[in-house]
């Protein structure tokens, strides 16, 4: 077995663990910093809107002996507006201006003709209105609305209203930073930028619900136990389902990071980069909010319930009784019913103490 896989196991069977509830403040605040960021960047920068949603102009010609940056400088000169222009197959060139009418378009036309040396007639000019961005745009936005309320339904028939509002919170995070991603590195904003937006929303509730199922298997009767608290056991489904997120999520990066890194930056393929930087950033941004926002903030929740904080008094005063006694709780004999499998991990890194023979109970269901 890989020594991932093995931590994987050990993990699972909680001989191993990292406290993901116990600094969820630390999670909070670098969430909070990342979302203000974002946000920041947006307000300051803006999105860098594209030309389906602008409207502007795309200008195609022949082979041409002009290099890209030569054709950018004419055309952004021509245009006095910033132009994105890019190689095609046979030597051509396709150049993209946006906010750009039938008049101006026109005299660009002319203008590239004699830059590029290139006949009039052979340069081929398509304009492009905003509406049908627009239209787009609007469309996405009443779907995500739609999306996240049957998100929010669905959840909470399913597990509960408390889970229902993490997932929430965790899918408005991802969006908030892979929005605000965009806005600070001025990447341009199309149609394939939303598509990828709205896919990876999918992806991030996915990798929640993986969490929030184990947890609610664990937790189904918790309150007949006195061992562990809800905040312990939602530790031990974060890490019982650790190693499988980062498998996940990297196998699910790696043909993402292609298109990004070497499709669109190596190989220049820039439009690859319109819908591989938002799977990438939203990829990412939902594996972390799954593990360290969603379920920390579920525990959270639970935790104000009158029945866990009770389940809390009783298990800190069964462990304060034990600690009076000189053992542990777990080698004090326990009147509940409640699995050995459900034990949290240990609350750090590392092997967790096992009780010395001939005291406490064998592993197993207590007859």
Avoid: C
């Amino acid at each position: 077995m890989s020594r991932l896989g093995s931590l994987g196991a050990r993990l699972y069977r909680g001989e191993v663990g990292y406290d993901f509830i116990g600094k969820r403040k630390i999670w909070y605040g670098i969430s909070i910093l990342i979302t203000i960021t974002a946000i920041v960047g947006l307000a300051v920068s803006g999105l860098n809107m594209g030309i389906e949603f602008k409207g502007g102009a795309v200008f195609t010609t022949p082979k041409t002996s002009v290099s890209v940056s030569q054709a950018e400088d004419f055309a952004t000169k021509a245009s006095g507006h910033q132009a994105i222009v890019q190689k095609l197959g046979k030597g051509g060139l396709r150049i993209q201006i946006s906010e750009v009418d039938t008049a101006k378009s026109d005299q660009i036309k002319h203008q590239l003709s004699e830059d590029l040396n290139v006949p009039t007639e052979k340069i081929a000019a398509d304009l492009v209105g905003p509406s049908w961005g627009e239209q787009i745009a609007n469309k996405a936005w009443t779907g995500l609305g739609i999306f996240m309320v049957l998100v929010v339904i669905y959840l909470a028939i399913a597990f509960e209203w408390r889970m229902a509002i993490a997932a929430l919170v965790a899918l408005i995070h991802d969006i908030t930073i892979t929005v605000g991603i965009y806005a600070l590195v001025g990447f341009e904003v199309t149609p394939g930028t939303v598509i990828g937006l709205l896919t990876i929303l999918g992806y991030s509730l996915y990798d929640t619900v993986v969490v929030f199922d184990s947890l609610r298997e664990s937790t189904g009767d918790i309150t007949k136990q006195t061992r562990w608290t809800y905040s312990e056991i939602a530790n031990r489904s974060i890490n019982g389902t650790l190693v499988r997120s980062i498998n996940t999520t990297v196998v699910a990066l790696l043909p993402v990071a292609g298109l990004l890194f070497i499709g669109g930056g190596v190989l220049g393929a820039g439009m690859l980069n319109d819908i591989s930087l938002s799977l990438f950033v939203g990829l990412a941004a939902g594996a972390y909010s799954s593990i360290f926002i969603a379920t920390p903030l579920v525990a959270d929740l639970k935790e104000r319930d009158p029945q866990m904080k009770a389940l809390k008094k009783r298990v800190l005063a069964k462990r304060a009784a034990a600690a009076a006694k000189g053992e542990t709780a777990e080698d004090e004999p326990s009147d509940d019913d409640f699995p050995e499998d459900a034990a949290p991990a240990a609350a750090v890194v590392g092997q967790r103490q096992q009780p010395p023979r001939g005291h406490g109970r064998t592993s197993g269901k207590r007859r």
